[in-house]
Nanobody, 121 residues
């Protein structure tokens, strides 16, 4: 089992940047596919980005591709989401998640508590 804690959210102006961090506790962090999701008020949670276990294979939602970068440091049990050129529509609670199954998509098994990102226009 793994526990996930996000940090780094906040208020930023449109065009600005933020870096989210997700610290994982527990064993075998490198065996998990890691992902970021977000949920805006009144909307369903949506996929943002994912990164594979060790080869660094990445996958992004079309809405963030080219602006966001997901990365991980297995030795530090941490996954990051660098968000650049932020837009007001990026405003949401961002969640870190871990997946035990193969591939980057599908069900994620463990979730953090979320961190708020607000982008002002």
């Amino acid at each position: 089992q793994v526990q996930l804690v996000e940090s780094g959210g906040g208020l930023v102006q449109a065009g600005g940047s933020l870096r989210l961090s997700c610290a994982a506790s527990g064993r075998s962090f490198s065996s998990y596919t890691m992902g970021w999701f977000r949920q805006a008020p009144g909307k369903e949670r949506e996929f943002v980005a994912a990164i594979g276990r060790s080869l660094g294979i990445r996958y992004y939602a079309d809405s963030v591709n080219g602006r966001f970068t997901i990365s991980r440091v297995n030795a530090g049990n941490t996954v990051y989401l660098q968000m650049n050129s932020l837009k007001p529509e990026d405003t949401a609670v961002y969640y870190c998640a871990a997946r035990t199954g193969p591939g980057l998509t599908g069900n994620y098994d463990y979730w953090g508590q979320g961190t708020q990102v607000t982008v002002s226009s």
